[in-house]
T-cell receptor, first 115, second 116 residues
Framework: GAGVSQSPSNKVTEKGKDVELRCDPI?????LYWYRQSLGQGLEFLIY????????KSGLPSDRFSAERTGGSVSTLTIQRTQQEDSAVYLC?????????????FGPGTRLLVL | AQSVTQLGSHVSVSEGALVLLRCNYS??????LFWYVQYPNQGLQLLLK??????LVKGINGFEAEFKKSETSFHLTKPSAHMSDAAEYFC??????????????FGKGITLSVRP
């Protein structure tokens, strides 16, 4: 498809389990972003990739959160030992080169519920 | 760092009425500003953006916004609301990360309801 895709669309897990969320950006986009959307905090930036490197990880809330990107394409966000406060919608976005004027294109999100 | 303020969390208008969603920003450099819309259970879709040039920006679905530097505002308007406009609207500003790269800093969002 032409847009950003994410999987799974919904994930229910038990507290303490690890989860992996996947993002497939628009082909040719070198910049990839992860954001988190929760009721209390709104939309928060998590991490930014330029190619396979992550020059800005400042938004990751704890060391339980990590992300990688391989082949300059697909990215995986991993949350270890999930907590109930991790419940949120995780949104991925991509843009052509990450410039400030560029439009970021968002995927439909993964809705994570930690029981 | 940049910031965005969207006052109020919910706006309700009648179908056919004017839509006005307010956004104010704080930026130490000339800002690049965006409005995104989110329909239920979907991702964010760009409505319009201001980067440089004309301060009145037209977007999709009949929406427009005007950049007013003196008021640090970027309010979103639509002359006549349609039922399909019911959604959540986010104002955002580009926030430099490193070099020329940036991320988006969002406001809290405003839910727009349209009454028949």
């Amino acid at each position: 498809g032409a847009g950003v895709s994410q999987s799974p669309s919904n994930k229910v897990t038990e507290k303490g389990k690890d989860v992996e969320l996947r993002c497939d950006p628009i082909s040719g986009h070198t910049a990839l972003y992860w954001y988190r959307q929760s009721l209390g905090q709104g939309l928060e930036f998590l991490i930014y990739f330029q190619g396979n490197s992550a020059p800005d990880k400042s938004g990751l809330p704890s060391d339980r959160f990590s992300a990688e990107r391989t082949g300059g394409s697909v990215s995986t966000l991993t949350i270890q030992r999930t907590q109930q406060e991790d419940s949120a919608v995780y949104l991925c976005a991509s843009s052509f080169q990450g410039g400030a004027k560029e439009t970021q294109y968002f995927g439909p999100g993964t809705r994570l519920l930690v029981l | 760092a940049q910031s965005v303020t969207q006052l109020g969390s919910h706006v309700s208008v009648s179908e056919g009425a004017l839509v006005l969603l307010r956004c104010n920003y704080s930026s130490s450099v000339p800002p690049y500003l965006f409005w995104y819309v989110q329909y239920p259970n979907q991702g964010l879709q760009l409505l319009l953006k201001y980067t440089t040039g004309a301060t009145l920006v037209k977007g999709i679905n009949g929406f427009e916004a005007e950049f007013k530097k003196s008021e640090t505002s970027f309010h979103l308007t639509k002359p006549s609301a349609h039922m399909s406009d019911a959604a959540e609207y986010f104002c955002a500003v580009s926030d430099l990360i490193s070099g020329a790269n940036s991320k988006l800093t969002f406001g809290k969002g405003i839910t727009l309801s349209v009454r028949p």
